[in-house]
């Protein structure tokens, strides 16, 4: 199916409708807000068969893991709401007057930041799409949703924005509070992070787009927060008590997470580092048997075929890099043929493109010779979602340092696991360092998302009943608060 | 007392000091950072009545109003001393493994994000100086701080940094957590922004002095946060019910906050929008009356007094602007007289000079023909660090348009009071849309400024010896946590 690219004009209409929509969304309530999400979340799950197969057939991907994405999704939806009504997001603070010291009372809390902009990932059709985080957070904080579908999935995408539009017409809500606009020119994108309604822009792709998005917001005469997450090679350190102990795991371990939904994942593993030596030559050789017995898996489309071709093979063709093992099976058209490789340290330091993203069923074995240079690795590196510890507790003891360098360059730190799998939950910090994201102070998944699309008001001297319910005195939602610096749910005495 | 430049190399030589600095200082307690800040209190206390007295040789500002600074300096630090320790900005959170969905343990909290560099304020020598609110909360925060000195007050920013010091030279901290360094070129400014160690800037002067830090962060290859506050008109809204009960009150509210300090705040009162009509007519008569009394004042330094002065001149040059009133004492050099002037509407939605920054005792009256003007007028403006409602109870139930519009370009929203006077408390919001600031996301006044200088930082599967404290099972620092979406003091039951 062809979707039509959105003219300049109609995007200025969206955009206005948006900004009329906003007036009215932003005194909804936490509980109105909540409704339409787990509104959403229904419609999604009526989408029933269809949605899957159209998915299927758009993506790629296998039936079992877009169910699972899309239960996924609807669980973001349902969790974020049931954030969104608890209210901790809104910082609600209140200092009541010092008559004494002139101290005029002053209460603060959160509130929507305007019109927000969502790119979707061609590697979530569902969680990090139409429906997905960015659009499920930014409804939770009170702003309109403007998304542009990916190209790559557009009829998927047509499919959840009918649902949404259903869910926004059945709780009552203004119909612009979701708008979907389809465009595969660049020009699409510029005139919807340009326009003077839009206040936010969430994106999750290649480093080249997010960065384009990023500093046309930064050229706006107004400029405006732009959440990209752009992608990371999530290294792996093996450290090498752990290794010595436990090689064939690893190994095991590692191999599951580059092959992985053919390593089309933000989180995949294409690094892995550790000290020279019979321990890692044992590991090495146990990865490569492991990766040979894995089969190519179809990539999302073409385009990402090719590049995953391409860039493996340039990778593989640098000076001292030497393939480890390639998967047994031939790949067919459009497939990524799951590969790992090694090279020494000195490699790694002096060529850069050993350590850009090759997206796909890739990782790179880098053969330090001993802990210290891979501290230096570590601080070598650009910033990353994750990265990983394979540690026996004497290692992490034993080498601090590597610990405050893999900490320093990430946004979250794992120990004794692999990247791939992302929690949704309010502890999950995903986004880190650019260029792994252009703002590591915030996260694309769970409810913390939701502080991407907000920012705080003052309310000085204001009266009782014209404070926002958060606000006042008697607490009407229930909410913790701080009270002249404590926290407390109680009311405010008067 | 002239001071040289730091040159390229000796800047280098000090962020690489801080970075050094930051390995050790980020791992510190929060108790050791509330102790270098109450240190830092102490010693600015102990600077006596020299500090004040080079100020005041270099400020032209008053001694009781430096006296007052200084005691509000040393409460900023205090205060922020007091949050640090209480660890709500770490925003500790736990969710607890489930085995049976294989979720891992996933604890996060709040991280320090590296060297800081602060660019003090001309018109606070003290509270937004060298150790002022940007200073104290990167230091509660676990940054190691930068300080370039204001060229127009080098001397006392000098004797600021030898107490800052002398405090981390007792509290037994690493030299390299505080730095000072010169510089009335760009090239500085632009050298501390653009070094690779330099996480984060701080800022507090001009529009073309913000943006351009701004635009240096944003085209570095990595870019980093800058928040830079840059000015801003403070808009005031006469409501007719508020107009016609106390026009005498407000004209006197009103003069004193204009001309407080020689109008060299940030939050003076640039503009004031009321509904033309007898009641304003008398109004403005007594603001003409009250600003015709008031003296000149001597200004910051001779390049403000003569920024006033031509700005001035300007603005009161504009076609359909009449002078209301200039206070009756002929000033002396630099010195600024204290001046309101009138417009219409109109030539308000037309010139938008008229909604320039006059930095000084100068405020400008737009006289609207209905409310639904005023609103249109809200509408209309840039993005400011206040708004304020002059209003009855029955004012704003009636015009609520008026209120959701001002509170959309503000990040402090004023009833019946006036924009001068900042509250150093938690519910402060010094911040608003751009260009009132760069990111109306975060504040740079009260103990939440502390948000500016940490990242968010996921701990997966980690063991909880190795944990920070905050994090840790037995909960040791006693702080608030999120615990399974709960907020709690407890501890966490394995």
Redo the contacts between chains.
């Keep these: 199916m062809i979707f039509q690219d959105a003219t300049i004009s109609e995007i200025d209409q969206v955009l206005q409708e948006s900004w009329k929509a906003f007036?009215v969304y932003r005194k909804t309530t936490l509980k109105q807000r909540a409704d339409l999400m787990r509104a959403i979340a229904a419609e999604l799950e009526a989408t029933g068969n269809q949605l899957i197969q159209v998915a299927m057939q758009e993506t790629n991907l296998p039936e079992a893991r877009l169910k699972n994405e899309r239960a996924r999704t609807m669980f973001q939806l349902t969790s974020y709401a049931?954030?969104c009504e608890?209210g901790?997001w809104l910082e609600a603070?209140?200092?009541t007057a010092v008559p004494a010291e002139?101290?005029?009372d002053?209460?603060?809390m959160q509130?929507a930041?305007g019109p927000v902009v969502v790119f979707g990932a061609s590697n979530f059709p569902f969680a990090y799409s139409t429906a997905g985080g960015d659009t499920a957070s930014a409804l939770a904080a009170g702003c309109p949703v403007i998304v542009k579908a990916h190209p790559a999935h557009a009829e998927t995408s047509e499919i959840v924005a009918k649902a949404i539009a259903k869910a926004v017409q059945k709780t009552g809500l203004p119909k612009g509070v979701f708008a979907h606009v389809h465009g595969s020119s660049t020009e699409v994108g510029k005139a919807l992070v340009t326009h003077p309604q839009t206040r936010a822009v969430g994106f999750t792709g290649s480093l080249g787009g997010g960065k384009a998005l990023?500093?046309w917001a930064?050229q706006r005469k107004?400029?405006i927060?732009v959440f990209a997450e752009m992608g990371s090679i999530n290294p792996v350190f093996l450290l090498p008590g752990k290794v010595r102990a436990a090689a064939g795991e690893l190994a095991a371990q590692l191999a599951g997470s580059i092959t992985l939904g053919t390593g089309q994942f933000c989180t995949n593993p294409g690094l892995i580092l550790g000290v020279a030596g019979a321990d890692l030559d044992s590991f090495v050789r146990e990865l490569g048997a492991a990766i040979e017995k894995t089969t190519p898996g179809t990539m999302l489309h073409p385009g990402i075929a090719k590049a995953y071709t391409e860039k493996r093979q340039s990778a593989l063709s640098q000076d001292h890099v030497e393939t480890v093992a390639i998967a047994a099976t031939a790949p067919r058209e459009n497939q990524g043929v799951p590969t790992v490789a090694t090279a020494s340290a000195e490699a790694f330091f002096k060529n850069p493109l050993l350590h850009q993203e090759v997206f796909g069923p890739y990782s790179l074995v880098i053969q330090c010779p001993d802990v210290a240079t891979l501290v230096k690795a570590a601080q070598h590196l650009?910033?990353q979602l994750t990265a990983s510890l394979m540690a026996t507790?004497e290692d992490?003891?034993q080498h601090g340092a590597l610990?405050?360098a893999a900490?320093e360059i990430?946004?979250?730190?794992?120990?004794?696991?692999v990247p791939t799998?992302v929690?949704v939950?309010?502890?999950?910090?995903h986004?880190g360092?650019?260029?792994a994201t252009?703002?590591?102070?915030?996260?694309s998944v769970g409810a913390?998302a939701i502080k991407r699309w907000?920012?705080?008001?003052?309310?000085?001297?204001?009266?009782d009943?014209?404070l926002p319910d958060a606000l006042k005195n008697s607490n009407p939602l229930g909410i913790?608060r701080?009270i002249n610096?404590e926290?407390t749910q109680a009311e405010v005495k008067s």
């Excluded at 939950?425 to 910090?429: D, F, G, V, Y």
């Design positions: 007036q049931a954030a608890a901790h603070r209140i200092d002139s101290q005029p002053l209460r603060k509130v930041i990023f500093d930064n107004e400029p927060p650009e910033g507790d992490l003891a610990v405050d900490q990430c946004g979250r730190l794992i120990l004794n696991g799998g929690r939950s309010l502890s999950q910090q986004g360092p650019f260029p252009t703002d590591s102070r915030f996260t913390d907000v920012r705080p008001l003052a309310y000085q001297s204001w009266i009943a014209a913790w701080m610096n926290l």
